[in-house]
Structures are given as structure tokens and as C-alpha cells.
């Protein structure tokens, strides 16, 4: 299978099959799958990653923010 890059939350979305790419990408963490959460973050276009900080800061525990900040970069 070919790798997927910048890609839209939206395109993401229909892709997984998942209401909420953003919530997904943030559960797929938190639930330990650290690798699998790198290359979801790299498909994404670098407005839509922009997004995924937003929700991040404004949607997830305040508890997890520094751990997944610092996987983002």
C-alpha cells in the first residue's frame, strides 16, 4: 500500500471511516499506540495538523498535552 500525505482531516475521515479524525488520532494515543499515532500525524497537511493543536489544546486533557506535543514535533 502506498503512503498517504497531506492529507485533509475531512479526507482522513472517510479513509478510517471515523466521525472525528482529530478525537481518533488523540484516542489512538492515549492508548499507547505511540508509532501508529507518528504516522497518522504525518499523513496529515500541515494545515490540518495546525487543527489537531487547536483540538488539542481545547478538547483533550490537560494531562496529556506535553506527551503528545512533543510526539507532534
Known sequence: MAKRHSKTAAQQCRYY?????F??????????????????YKELCSEARK??????LSEVEPIYWREILKETI
Not at 471511516?17 to 479524525?21: L, T, Y
Not at 478525537?23 to 497518522?40: D, K, Q, T, W
Open 17 to 21: 471511516g471515523v466521525d472525528n479524525f
Open 51 to 56: 487543527d489537531f493543536i487547536d483540538f488539542l
Open 23 to 40: 478525537e481518533y488520532l488523540a484516542e489512538v494515543y492515549i492508548n499507547g499506540n505511540f508509532s501508529a499515532f507518528r504516522e497518522l
